[in-house]
């Protein structure tokens, strides 16, 4: 069993249908994971407690989700040892910019990548190219994924120059 290298943590469960993109590319890719519910404002204590518990050691990058203020990933960033934190910013019922601004606003030493609003794809993508620098069975299974997104897009283009497209007359 290899020793899993990505954390999740979620600020509440709302957050899991969107976590839900990121564990399942992870899966997909075989790449191990724990994933966690935290809030960094009414469990600030459980946060300490998971980036300290002994399942978290190997852990090479924490992707954390966070709607409204959107802190958890700021938090996870500054309690945790130096590792890769990105974040991804959930809608609320007040908006988007609340969460992607809190996350892009880190100040100097507390670092926060962010993805997209709700990008959780795209987080888990990011964390496994950080993780297929130094493991090249991984490395494959990107450049086959990469190659079967351009193979799906060359076959969309022949499908719509042949159906969609208009000679005239």
Known sequence: MKPKQIGIIM???????IAQATMDFLKEMNV???????????????IGEILTADDYKDIRIIIAFAGMAAH?????AALARPLTVIGVPI???YG???STFS?????PGVVVLTVGIEAGKNAAIAACNILAQDDSEL???LMTFRQEMAEK?????????????????
């Open 139 to 141: 490395y494959g299974k």
């Open 11 to 17: 600020g509440s469960k709302s957050d899991e249908p």
């Open 96 to 98: 988007i910019l609340d």
């Open 91 to 93: 809608k609320s019922k």
């Open 32 to 46: 191990p994971f724990w994933a966690n519910i935290a809030s960094a404002h009414r469990t600030p204590d459980l």
């Open 103 to 107: 996350m892009q606003s880190m100040p």
């Open 72 to 76: 958890l990933p700021g938090i996870v």
């Open 153 to 169: 897009v060359r076959a969309d283009n022949e499908r719509a120059r042949n159906t969609l497209s208009f000679d005239g007359v």
